[in-house]
């Protein structure tokens, strides 16, 4: 449950008046709630307990040093995809030991950087990856450890390109050939050892029955690994869903109640741990969204309003190159004015300052009727917002801030306009 709510008619993060950090900081601007962050792993923590769980937190949907400095403290490890992930974490105090590596595009650079710093595991997408780290590994001279991921071919109901579980996908190595592909590199990769076995199906799945499913389909092949390559550690993935159409009101127990069939964190465990307990091994998850995603909103300003002919606008300044999610993949948010509204709605387009058509927060969506100069939260920011900002059509990077009970604190700064250019140059 996250800690945004209205009291006395104002917006507010814990107990800070959202107002007053657009008042102190401009807009836009994510702010990012401590307290949500911290109950949520909590919960996580505690409905894994039965199982040798380890978190991995995937450090794409949210990757603030700030924020990957938290997790750290709380002892959680990270999933990660990129050599720049990895130096984010050693950066922020995290374990690097306590690091997967997922993706299917590592190149040299990465591969040798993540050895260096002795990663828990790579979890590769292919054969030519495996040889290639065997490869690297024999030229340092260590061994490097791996699990492969393997793809369920399951359907995960979610947006199409957020789904990564099923034979149309770049993702993993197809069910049918893992087998094989293991007994290949126990053969014939002898820089290699065996960690473990990976999968993730998808993003942003609100039912059970999805993980349920592919835990069915794979485990026998974790029970058949572990007795011929002793592997230490299953992965489940990540992909547990946040709530968007209706953020705000999830905010009170009440809400939970009324939709018994959104999936919590309670659920998900509850679902998996008969499945995971018996096979004995250790077993990792590998949550992004669920940990930051209803924990930060965008602030952000009213600028004009427009009426069509066929429709209003609400002209915003936050765009696409502060949150893609909608232009991306139909990403859907919640916009709630930060001074309490009361029966004034009206139907119209929340759009961005971009100069492209698909730079829109909101379509045809009931919202308060603001006006220019009212400050708005856009909910559910926090996973895939800020780590997929841009500077496209030269706006600076939005500021962040952290607010932990009657305290804030800036976690990045607004960028500057010379910050933005400062490593382009001219030709001699
Ligand atoms: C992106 C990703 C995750 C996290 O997915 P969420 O939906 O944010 O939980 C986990 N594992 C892998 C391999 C990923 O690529």
């Known amino acids: 449950m996250h800690s945004f709510a209205y009291k006395n008619s104002a917006l507010h993060c814990e107990a800070v008046n959202l107002s007053d950090i657009a008042s102190a900081m401009g807009t836009p601007t994510f702010v990012y709630s401590r307290k949500t962050i911290m109950d949520d792993l909590s919960e996580l923590k505690e409905a894994l307990a039965p199982l040798d769980a380890h978190i991995a937190y995937a450090v794409k949907a ?7 400095n938290l997790m750290a403290k709380q002892g959680v490890g990270f999933d990660i995809v ?14 690097p030991t306590r690091c997967t590596y997922a993706g299917v595009g590592k190149t040299e650079a990465e591969i040798r950087y993540a050895l260096n710093h002795k990663i828990y595991c790579f979890n590769c997408e292919s054969e030519n990856e495996l040889r290639e780290i065997n490869r690297i590994a024999g030229e340092m001279g260590v061994k490097a450890p791996v699990a492969v991921r393997v793809n369920p071919n399951v359907e995960a109901n979610t947006h199409k390109y957020i789904t990564t579980g099923t034979k149309e996908n770049k993702f993993g190595v197809d069910f049918s050939r893992i087998e094989e592909l293991y007994a290949t590199i126990a053969a014939e990769m002898p ?21 349920v499913k592919a835990i069915e389909k794979v485990a026998p092949m974790a029970r058949k690994f572990k007795e011929l390559y002793n592997i230490e550690f299953w992965s489940i993935g990540g992909g547990i869903g946040i ?35 018996p096979i ?40 696409m190159n ?20 009361k029966n004034d709605t009206i139907v119209a387009d ?25 400050i ?26 952290l607010v932990d009970g009657d305290k804030w604190h800036v976690i990045r700064k607004r960028q500057t306009m010379a910050q933005m250019v400062e490593d382009e140059s001219l030709p001699e």
Not at 82 to 94: C, K, N, P, Q, T
Not at 254 to 274: C, D, G, N, V
Not at 283 to 312: D, F, H, M, Q, S
Request: net charge negative.
């Open 191 to 211: 820089h290699l050892y065996i960690r473990g076995l990976q999968m993730h199906i998808g993003s942003q799945l609100t039912e059970v029955s999805p993980f």
């Open 350 to 374: 929340i759009v961005g300052p971009i100069c492209e058509s698909g730079d829109f927060q909101a379509q045809n969506r009931e919202i308060a009727d603001v006006k220019p100069g009212e």
């Open 243 to 277: 709530i968007y159409d209706g953020c705000l009101a999830s905010g009170s127990a009440e809400w939970w109640t009324a939709h018994p069939e959104q999936i919590t964190l309670k659920s998900y465990a509850e679902a998996i741990i008969p499945l995971l307990q």
């Open 280 to 319: 004995g091994l250790k077993i990792l998850v590998e949550p992004g969204r669920r940990l930051v995603g209803n924990a930060a909103c965008l602030l952000t300003t009213c600028l004009y309003e427009k009426k069509g002919e066929a429709k209003t606008f609400k002209m915003i300044d936050a765009g």
């Open 322 to 341: 502060d949150i893609i999610r909608p232009a991306l993949y139909e990403g859907y948010h919640e916009i709630w004015p930060v001074k309490e509204h």
């Open 82 to 95: 990129s050599g720049g992930e990895l130096w984010r974490v050693i950066h922020a105090g995290g374990d």
């Open 62 to 68: 949210c990757s603030n040093m700030a924020i990957l």
């Open 376 to 401: 708005l939260a856009e909910m559910s920011a926090g996973a895939y917002g800020f780590s997929m900002a841009s500077t496209y059509n030269s706006r600076p990077l939005a500021a962040e801030v």
